[in-house]
Each structure stands twice: as structure tokens, then as C-alpha cells.
């Protein structure tokens, strides 16, 4: 893994210094006060409406990866939770390979095509939750709970959604058309001639089952279902925060349950957002400043702000997740050293039936 080093302290930096002025902009007092006096009995119930949503993110990778394999969403759901522990407790976002890899172990399919459709997720994840922010900003801001905010931070948050809306937008195309126009994948591989003579005929291997991971967005039917399939994902996450919003007293911020509603569906889209920003694991430092400062921007307490985002994000995120993916990892008689092995991972194991067929690695 040497060479993601410089990831790895790239993302260290960012997270430590994210971190270290998130402190130093509060009181402290105030913050271990506004701990102290929350109410942890939604806790639990946050956890479980938690899991479900990890239930539904199977099923919609279910639905991605039927073109290339019938897989019962019982056998996906304990993948699903071991990447997303591997997420965060690995650099880099690894535990998007490792949950690629892993799928490939259990089920004999290609990594990189397994892969391809992880990356089709994340994509409809972005665009989900741009949607969420499309909805709820505009009526936030007709209803005043932005005034506070000064102009310049208003024309930064248009420029920032402007450039996320082209990026998503970008892949979201880059890939329809990988997977529904052979002429334009084919010309795609022409750019992968710049490999040296040596490993290249392996790379186009690889491309070329990723390319078939990516089949699934070879009509507009199957976008709209893979939005479809996103939406009771990100609900549920955000149910999760609306909850704790009133744990945290977030909701005596507000005048109507509405509001509040609106404030959340705001919330689960930046602060997730947020975590396409190198950190050091997990999201931990981005999520936790964007989380604050957009709650501060509709009012909300500094402190009050930064206690909720903490606990939100470390003790119900973070945390059971870990736990039972490293649970369920250890009842498979596998690591996670063993899975974020960068040779077992990008292995050379690819699917039947594509150009350039590669033998298919032991498990």
C-alpha cells in the first residue's frame, strides 16, 4: 500500500485539521454540555432504521448487478456491510475494492466488474442526494432560514452545487455510454494503448469486465429504476438524522416539523457529500465540519450543531457498522489485512465472454 501513502496523509492532514478547527471555534463547555444533556433513548431505533437503509442499498445492488448475476439480496447484505466498515476503517475509500473483491470471492465473478457496478452506485448516490439539496434549499431559502448567511457564503454554496451537479453529470454520462454504445467503448480502449506493451493486455482485460459491470445503464427505464432504488436509501438515512435531531434538541431550533424536515433532507445531502473529500477513514473531519456549518447557516447553535454532527456521525454511523462488519468478516475466517491485500484484490480474475478472456483467479 506504499503507493496510496501519500493519500493516506493527505487524507490525515485534511481530517486532523478539519477537526482541530472545528475545536478551536467552539466552546468547549458548551460542547460537553450540549452532550450531556441529550437524550440517547433514539439511539437504538436510529441504528436499526440504519440498518434497514444497508438493506435497501443490497437490493438496489441486486438490481445493478443482475445483468451480470442472480444474486439473493440475503447473500449481498452481509457484503454490503463488511465494505462499508472497510470504508471506514480504510484509507482512500479501499473498502469500495475490498467489498468488490469479496463479492468476487463468494460468488466466482469478475472484481472489476463487481467494481463497475459499486461505481454506478456512488454516482446515483451523488445524484440522490443532489436531488435532496434541489428540493430543500430553494424552500429553506423562501422561507428565511438562510438570512443569517452572508452574501458571499450564499454565492459559494451556488458555485459548489454548480460544480458537484457538472461532476456527478459528467460521470453519470462517461459511464451510460460505456455500457450502452460498443463503438464508444471500444474507442475508450484505444486511450488505454498508452499502458506499456507489457501489463497491457491485462488492464484491457480488466477494462473490458468493468465495461460489462456497467451494462445495467443500457436504457432510460434502468436509470429511473436505479433512482428509484436510491431514494428509500437516502430516506432512511435521513430518518436516522431527523431522529437524532430531536435528541439533540435540534427541532426547538425550528417552528414547524416542516422545517425541520427540510433542514434534515439538506443535511443528509451535504454532509454526505462532504465525504468525497479526502479524510483519513470514514469521512471523519469533512462530515463533521460540512454537517456543522450547514446547520449553522439555518440557525442552529455552534456547539449544539458540532455535538450532533459528532455523535451522529461516530457513535450511529460509524461505529455499529465497524462492529458488525468486522463480526461478519471474522465469522468468514477473513481479515481485513487479507482484504485490503492490494494484490488480492486487483487480481487478475476477470468474467467469461469478453474479449481478451482471462483465466479466473482460485478461491
Known sequence: MTSMNWQFWLGAGISLALLLILLYQVDMGELWHSLQEADYGLLAPSIGIYFVAVLFRAVRWKYLLTPIAAIPVRRLYPVVVIGYMANNLLPVRLGEIVRSHYLARREDLSTSSALATVAVERVYDGITLLAFAAVSAPF???????????????SLGVVSIILTVSAFATLLVFFTLLGSSAAFAVRVEGWLNIVPPGPRPNVKRLYWTFVQGLSVLNSPSNHLGLFIYSL??????????????????????????????????????????????????????????????????????????????????????WLPVNVVGLVLLWRSNLSLRQMADTKAVTGPKTAPGLAGEAAAEDD
Not at 439533540?248 to 425550528?254: E, M, V
Open 140 to 154: 429553506l431559502l423562501l422561507l428565511g432560514e438562510f438570512d443569517g448567511l452572508a452574501e458571499t457564503s450564499r
Open 232 to 317: 428509500p436509501v437516502w430516506f432512511l438515512e435521513g430518518a436516522m438524522y431527523f431522529l437524532l435531531a430531536y435528541s439533540f434538541g435540534i427541532d426547538d431550533y425550528f417552528s414547524s416539523v416542516w422545517k425541520l424536515l427540510l433542514v434534515v433532507l439538506l443535511l443528509t445531502a451535504t454532509s454526505n457529500l462532504a465525504t468525497a473529500i479526502p479524510s483519513f477513514v470514514g469521512g471523519i473531519g469533512p462530515f463533521e465540519a460540512v454537517a456543522q456549518r450547514t446547520l449553522i447557516a439555518v440557525g442552529v447553535g455552534g456547539e449544539v450543531a458540532l455535538a450532533y454532527s459528532g455523535f451522529l456521525h461516530l457513535v450511529a454511523l
